[in-house]
């Protein structure tokens, strides 16, 4: 059986996309597929990704109009051969050797997730951040949720991308991406898919190379205003409400990031003067509805009223220097 699918989703990627499928047509592990999936891109990406396909039978390339990320991925999904499924990005690449790396952690089929390491490069190639100890962990499914929350070793370990999928589990529970999420769709679907899992195996080997680009996504979230930056909170409570059934004992956790996305959100709403009574009462329903309301007066209306008050406190001091 064909061993590791890889799932790249494609739009106007040509600056990056030959660097990242090089990556892959060097790895040391040669059992793989590469789906393509070109998502309606107008520059060169399509006949880049056709030129693979020609030179080397283990790339597949699919054409659809522009649908997404999330449509992307899971348009790979759905054509998927590999028992094991791993994402990678159009401007990221793997290590020679991250194939491997996972290969020998699962021989003997013990795991379901993998969940490895990664380094965060500046556009330029430059190194940024990574994890210097080699370290492995074997954990249960109600500590690999944590991790989601209160990573061990790294800052974020919501990226899709350096973890090993198993597509049994997938197709078993009908594990898609939210195309309607826009921001830490990825994470949710990790999440989802762990809510599945009995043991998961996390490592710190590089596994993926990610580049920290000027046009990305979250580059772009604090330069101009992005309303669809909102279904940051929509992944949120789509991962308490599979944490509520598959792992109660991280709820409090799944409801703390409820309300840290809030106040993100909240943050960028000040920075670009986005504040208005529609979009705060959208965001309030929210919370009145998947928060306890010892838990929204906690962590939402108290540090509101400490903000109000702090403001009042200033104005008063201003106006009393004045006299």
């Given at each position: 059986?064909?061993?590791?699918?890889?799932?790249?989703?494609?739009?106007?990627?040509?600056?990056?996309l030959r660097r990242c499928l090089d990556s892959i047509a060097?790895?040391?592990?040669?059992?793989?597929?590469?789906?393509?999936?070109?998502?309606?891109?107008?520059?060169?990406?399509?006949?880049?990704?056709?030129?693979?396909?020609?030179?080397?039978?283990?790339?597949?390339?699919?054409?659809?109009?522009?649908?997404?990320?999330?449509?992307?991925?899971?348009?790979?999904?759905?054509?998927?051969?590999?028992?094991?499924?791993?994402?990678?990005?159009?401007?990221?690449?793997?290590?020679?050797?991250?194939?491997?790396?996972?290969?020998?952690?699962?021989?003997?089929?013990?795991?379901?997730?993998?969940?490895?390491?990664?380094?965060?490069?500046?556009?330029?190639?430059?190194?940024?951040?990574?994890?210097?100890?080699?370290?492995?962990?074997?954990?249960?499914?109600?500590?690999?949720?944590?991790?989601?929350?209160?990573?061990?070793?790294?800052?974020?370990?919501?990226?899709?991308?350096?973890?090993?999928?198993?597509?049994?589990?997938?197709?078993?529970?009908?594990?898609?991406?939210?195309?309607?999420?826009?921001?830490?769709?990825?994470?949710?679907?990790?999440?989802?898919?762990?809510?599945?899992?009995?043991?998961?195996?996390?490592?710190?080997?590089?596994?993926?190379?990610?580049?920290?680009?000027?046009?990305?996504?979250?580059?772009?979230?604090?330069?101009?205003?992005?309303?669809?930056?909102f279904t940051d909170l929509d992944a949120m409570i789509l991962?308490?409400?599979?944490?509520?059934?598959?792992?109660?004992?991280?709820?409090?956790?799944?409801?703390?990031?409820?309300?840290?996305?809030?106040?993100?959100?909240?943050?960028?709403?000040?920075?670009?003067?986005?504040?208005?009574?529609?979009?705060?009462?959208?965001?309030?329903?929210?919370?009145?509805?998947?928060?306890?309301?010892?838990?929204?007066?906690?962590?939402?209306?108290?540090?509101?009223?400490?903000?109000?008050?702090?403001?009042?406190?200033?104005?008063?001091?201003?106006?009393?220097?004045?006299?």
């Amino acid at each position: 059986m064909l061993q590791t699918t890889i799932i790249i989703p494609v739009y106007n990627a040509e600056k990056y996309l030959r660097r990242c499928l090089d990556s892959i047509a060097s790895q040391t592990i040669k059992d793989f597929e590469v789906i393509i999936v070109d998502d309606g891109s107008t520059d060169n990406s399509g006949q880049i990704a056709n030129e693979f396909a020609v030179s080397d039978h283990r790339f597949r390339v699919i054409h659809q109009s522009n649908g997404g990320v999330s449509s992307a991925r899971n348009t790979g999904l759905n054509r998927a051969a590999g028992k094991w499924i791993c994402f990678l990005d159009a401007d990221d690449e793997f290590p020679a050797t991250a194939l491997a790396a996972f290969h020998e952690r699962y021989y003997e089929d013990a795991f379901d997730f993998y969940i490895g390491g990664y380094v965060l490069l500046d556009e330029h190639g430059d190194y940024r951040y990574g994890v210097p100890e080699r370290v492995q962990y074997k954990l249960s499914r109600i500590e690999s949720i944590r991790l989601m929350y209160e990573p061990i070793h790294y800052q974020y370990l919501g990226y899709i991308a350096g973890k090993l999928f198993k597509r049994s589990i997938i197709e078993e529970f009908g594990i898609r991406f939210q195309q309607d999420v826009y921001f830490n769709e990825d994470r949710l679907f990790s999440t989802q898919y762990m809510c599945h899992c009995d043991l998961v195996c996390f490592f710190t080997e590089p596994v993926y190379r990610y580049f920290e680009n000027s046009d990305s996504a979250m580059s772009m979230l604090f330069k101009q205003f992005n309303v669809r930056f909102f279904t940051d909170l929509d992944a949120m409570i789509l991962m308490k409400e599979s944490i509520s059934t598959y792992s109660p004992e991280n709820l409090q956790y799944a409801r703390q990031g409820i309300t840290h996305s809030y106040w993100v959100i909240q943050d960028m709403m000040n920075h670009f003067h986005a504040n208005t009574a529609a979009r705060l009462f959208t965001l309030h329903r929210k919370l009145w509805k998947h928060l306890p309301f010892k838990d929204y007066c906690r962590f939402i209306l108290k540090p509101l009223a400490d903000k109000v008050l702090h403001k009042i406190k200033n104005l008063f001091l201003q106006t009393e220097g004045t006299i």
